[in-house]
Structure formats: structure tokens, C-alpha cells
T-cell receptor
Framework: QKEVEQNSGPLSVPEGAIASLNCTYS??????FFWYRQYSGKSPELIMS????GDKEDGRFTAQLNKASQYVSLLIRDSQPSDSATYLC????????????FGTGTLLAVQP | DAGVTQSPTHLIKTRGQQVTLRCSPI?????VSWYQQVLGQGPQFIFQ???????GRGNFPDRFSARQFPNYSSELNVNALLLGDSALYLC???????????FGQGTRLTVV
């Protein structure tokens, strides 16, 4: 079982729709969870962090965390073509290192 | 404020050569982590330094080494380069391990 699993996509949504990105993780010691957006050829950009169960909203983005189910998701409302990118889910490993463990990412394509 | 800066942005090396990549963290950040990202994959953890001490090392051979300087900048060294070392090398800084980390623009290394 992979440490972090994401559907590689592409996830295609029409402009203005809600994009739903999902992620499951295996390390029950993970306490912090991050979503990064990565445009092709660029470095990852932090868009959301979530530390406790429930929902966290920031503008058009909502992160949802369920530690019991080891599941984290990202909703993007009113999707725009500029949202087209790969979205990386990254729980931290906990312990002394707190390294980030990345999935392979989900490619989102927003169709105008 | 300046973000995380990495140098150089692009590099071409020959198999067997050695390379040094540099990273300057965001002002006030004391933790620097290095990641390797190959095409189509998520970033993979290489090293983490905090307060100039190594806090963790990923599953990479001893050809990879790193250090952090008193000003919290960091270098990643790779010896005896292999074709498989071709990747985007990312530096991330945070004020403390485990909290949100911000990536630099990356160094794209090509080994020929």
C-alpha cells in the first residue's frame, strides 16, 4: 500500500463547477496535512494546511480532514482555467523529522 | 519578503561529476528540507536540517549529502552523478519542522 494515494486523473471539470480532489494516507501518526498546487514545470505552491478534523475554508478552497478514515480532500469552488494544475496531497510523517510525504498528485483540467 | 531562493535554476552535468545545489530559506525560517522530484512523481524527501543539525534523511544513497550554515542557508551535494539523478531538486523552508513549508523554484538537474 502506498503511503499517500491520489487519483492521478486527469480530473476534468467545466469552468465554474466544483472540483473535488481526494487523498488517503497510511501513517496514523500524521498530524499536519497540506495541499500544494504545481503548475507544469514549476515548483509546488502551498495552498492549504489543515491540522484538525473537519473543514477549513480559505476563499474558493475548502480542505476536509477525517483522521479516523485517514482521508483528506480539497474542494475548489467556481473552478477557473487558471486552476488547471497538479494538486499534491502531503501529510507530514510526524516524529522528529516531520517530513512531508507526497502522493503522485491529481491533474486537474478546468475546461472553459 | 523574499521567498525561498535556489541556485542555480538549471544545470547540466556529465555522469560521474559532482554537483552542489544551494538554498536560502525565508528570513526567520530555521528548517530546510530537500526533495527530489522526477517527472510524473511527487517530491521525495532527501534531507531535513533544523538549527544546523540533520533531523532526517530519506532513502537516498550516501552519494547525497547536505549541510546547513549558521545563516540557515543550505547546500545539497551529489557525488558520482548517475543518469537517474536527473530531476527537479526542491528546497523547502519552514520556521519549524512540521508546520507549513514553502518551496523554492527548484533546480532542474540534467545528467548526460
Amino acid at each position: 500500500q502506498k503511503e499517500v494515494e491520489q487519483n492521478s486523473g486527469p480530473l476534468s471539470v467545466p469552468e465554474g463547477a466544483i472540483a473535488s480532489l481526494n487523498c488517503t494516507y497510511s501513517d496514523r501518526g500524521s498530524q499536519s496535512f497540506f495541499w500544494y498546487r504545481q503548475y507544469s514545470g514549476k515548483s509546488p505552491e502551498l495552498i492549504m494546511s489543515i491540522y484538525s478534523n473537519g473543514d477549513k475554508e480559505d476563499g474558493r478552497f475548502t480542505a476536509q480532514l477525517n483522521k479516523a478514515s485517514q482521508y483528506v480532500s480539497l474542494l475548489i469552488r467556481d473552478s477557473q482555467p487558471s486552476d488547471s494544475a497538479t494538486y499534491l496531497c502531503a501529510p507530514n510523517a510526524g516524529g522528529a523529522t516531520n517530513k512531508l510525504i507526497f502522493g503522485t498528485g491529481t491533474l486537474l483540467a478546468v475546461q472553459p | 519578503d523574499a521567498g525561498v531562493t535556489q541556485s542555480p535554476t538549471h544545470l547540466i552535468k556529465t555522469r560521474g561529476q559532482q554537483v552542489t545545489l544551494r538554498c536560502s530559506p525565508i528570513s526567520g525560517h530555521k528548517s530546510v528540507s530537500w526533495y527530489q522530484q522526477v517527472l510524473g512523481q511527487g517530491p521525495q524527501f532527501i534531507f531535513q536540517y533544523y538549527e544546523k543539525e540533520e533531523r532526517g534523511r530519506g532513502n537516498f544513497p550516501d552519494r547525497f549529502s547536505a549541510r546547513q550554515f549558521p545563516n540557515y542557508s543550505s547546500e545539497l551535494n551529489v557525488n558520482a552523478l548517475l543518469l537517474g539523478d536527473s530531476a527537479l531538486y526542491l528546497c523547502a523552508s519552514s520556521w519549524d519542522p512540521g508546520v507549513q513549508a514553502f518551496f523554492g523554484q527548484g533546480t532542474r538537474l540534467t545528467v548526460v
